[in-house]
Nanobody
Framework: QVQLVESGGGLVQAGGSLRLSCAASGRTFSNYAMGWFRQAPGKERQFVAAMSTGGGRTMYSDSVKGRFTISRDNAKSTVYLQMNSLKLEDTAVYYC??????????????????WGQGTQVTVSS
């Protein structure tokens, strides 16, 4: 089992920045690919960003590419999502996830076995 706890969400104005963190415990963190997904009200959970086990591969959705950066610190068992130039449409609950996804399937929700409880990000005008 892997337990994931997100933090860092909050209310920010459009154009601002937030950094989300996801602390993992349980099994060896470095064995898992880590991803961030988000879910807005009335919408399906969608892929945001992900990083392979060793950090050598990253993947981003087109909607956040160039604005968001995923990183991981295996020594701290933590994955981060730096979000810059936030837009109103980035408002959602953000979830981190851990799984054994191959680098070419990092964006597939069903490749992830463990999920955090989510953290709310609200972008205001």
């Amino acid at each position: 089992q892997v337990q994931l706890v997100e933090s860092g969400g909050g209310l920010v104005q459009a154009g601002g920045s937030l950094r989300l963190s996801c602390a993992a415990s349980g099994r060896t963190f470095s064995n898992y690919a880590m991803g961030w997904f988000r879910q807005a009200p009335g919408k399906e959970r969608q892929f945001v960003a992900a990083m392979s086990t060793g950090g050598g591969r990253t993947m981003y959705s087109d909607s956040v590419k160039g604005r968001f950066t995923i990183s991981r610190d295996n020594a701290k068992s933590t994955v981060y999502l730096q979000m810059n130039s936030l837009k109103l449409e980035d408002t959602a609950v953000y979830y981190c996830a851990a799984g054994l996804a191959a680098w070419f399937t990092l964006d597939l929700r069903n490749e992830y076995d463990y999920w955090g409880q989510g953290t709310q990000v609200t972008v205001s005008s």
